[in-house]
């Protein structure tokens, strides 16, 4: 579920191209496996549509007639609409560089929300969930094959003295791969907590159900962090942020189409939506479209890195059976 302009541009696109959307550099394409954006600022996943049959396993479609309607609203200068279709939900108003695109998969480095014990300015007052979300990425190569396509990318400056990322994005007709991986190049000890942030497009998030979660404990955020159990499965009816203490596979179900969420090496799965108070960038009716099921490391599994180690934090996004 993407902005009209951005998925314009994708069904403009016929192989792979670079363009410009929302101001920032995006790389495009639109195959024979499906279809994928990213944009390089932040190495940020936009859009994730797998080839046509999935796609219409998965009621992700959108009809000819919805798409004539946006690009009807966009000329008019009616506020951007949603096309459905895709995995991933994006904002129609993103903010202007050198703000952060809301959406998508952002990748939170090396601290996630105000768990900053990473960073390095004087007062620890750096941006929340990090500053390379925010960084312009080089896209170093892109391997395809008939399956799909693989895209490393790195950043061309540092961040943090002793801590510096790449990233792997991998995308085929049957899944969505992200990997955040953290090398150590320094000379002591550093704790770092990190996320991707997957705002997963849904039919209405109040009638989502979040499988896989029964049993674990939680920090309700929306509770000054009050700690809980999970007592059966999770029903989605209102504002909602909490971080689960498992590392189980999980599946949205939002009545249309069910994903599974697997996640490695995090034993921390946040699940996020504002409610009827969202973020400045979010039009309230574009909030009940998405719900965030995050691969994270957060206060309850912070990662300790010594000199020449490395970690990899990943999230991979399915349909379920």
Known sequence: MIPASLKALIDATQGQRRCEWAGRDIWLAN?????????LQGAQVLHYLPAPKTAQTAGASSSAPEA??????VDSGAQEPLIPGGWLWVT???QQVPGAI???????WPWFADENTADESPDRSGPMHGPVRRADWHLDAVDEHEEGVELHLSLPERFHSQLHPRAVIQANAQRLHVELITEHVGDTPVKMTAALHSYLAVDQVFA?????LAGARYLDKLKDFDES????ELGVRSAIDRIYHSNAEVILDDGQRRLRIARHSSDSAVVWNP?????PDTPPEAARRFLCVEAANTRLDPVWLVPGA??????TISLAD
């Not at 195959?31 to 944009?39: C, H, I, N, P, R």
């Not at 409610?275 to 973020?279: R, S």
């Open 310 to 315: 490395q970690h990899m934090l990943s999230t």
């Open 31 to 39: 195959e024979d496996w499906g279809q994928l954006a990213v944009s």
């Open 275 to 279: 409610g009827d108070t969202p973020p």
């Open 208 to 212: 989502c159900r979040v499988e896989g």
């Open 68 to 73: 004539a309607r946006a690009a009807d609203a």
């Open 102 to 108: 809301r959406g998508g998969i952002p990748l939170c």
């Open 92 to 94: 129609p108003t993103p």
């Open 229 to 232: 159990e999970q007592q059966g």
